[in-house]
Antibody, heavy 123, light 107 residues
């Protein structure tokens, strides 16, 4: 069974840092692109960024709102995705989801999502 | 950036109704369009990819259509478990963008 489990959320002060983790199982992690998506309280979904697969040397893309502050990486054992968040702002308060990008043919849609982890940025 | 505009933002419908939600892209995205369902306090769930292809395990009462800039999600016969918020998303180009959501409520 494909599973994505996020962790690492919590309360942090403005300007602080936090690292989120997404533990994956049930599929070959290195073959898939992986995304982070967030949802502010009572708001819609916002794409945060992407880690491409091993064949594409795990290169990354980011939304303008987080570029230069957030960084996506993977661990060497290829079982976890990370989101390092620095310079946090109150606007970064949200539930953060990791999502798998399908690699069937030319799909590239987000086919499996984790349950989310909550980040609150407040003094 | 490609803007995704959903309409309506909310609707009230009865069990058994046929419901259609529209999503418009600010520029052509071919068929790189997905639909998601989200229930309160839960993660989004993939319903449709490539504008009209049903995700594995999703019931056939859900269908998608469109190409280019105009897309629709149709629920053929609304059931109690379908009351939720629905989002479209384009994955043609970065940054990936979502529509604002359509909340489907019980009439």
């Amino acid at each position: 069974e494909v599973q994505l489990v996020e962790s690492g959320g919590g309360l942090v002060q403005p300007g602080g840092s936090l690292r989120l983790s997404c533990a994956v199982s049930g599929f070959t992690f290195s073959d898939h692109y992986m995304d982070w998506v967030r949802q502010a309280p009572g708001k819609g979904l916002e794409w945060v960024g992407r880690s491409r697969n091993k064949a594409n040397t795990y290169t990354t893309e980011y939304a303008a709102s987080v570029k230069g502050r957030f960084a996506i990486s993977r661990d060497g054992s290829e079982t976890s995705l990370y989101l390092q968040m620095n310079g946090l702002k109150t606007d970064d308060t949200a539930v953060y989801y990791c999502a798998r990008v399908s690699n069937w043919g030319n799909r590239y849609d987000l086919d499996v999502w984790g349950q989310g982890t909550t980040v609150t940025v407040s003094s | 950036d490609i803007q995704m505009t959903q309409s309506p933002s909310s609707l009230s419908a009865s069990v058994g109704d046929r419901v259609t939600i529209t999503c418009r892209a600010s520029q052509g995205i071919s068929n790189y369009l997905a639909w998601f369902q989200q229930k309160p306090g839960k993660a989004p769930k993939s319903l449709i990819y490539a504008a009209s292809s049903l995700q594995s395990g999703v019931p056939s009462k859900f269908s998608g259509s469109g190409s280019g800039t105009d897309f629709t999600l149709t629920i053929s016969s609304l059931q109690p478990e379908d009351f939720a918020t629905y989002y479209c998303q384009q994955y043609k180009s970065y940054p990936l963008t979502f529509g604002g959501g359509t909340k489907v409520e019980i009439k």
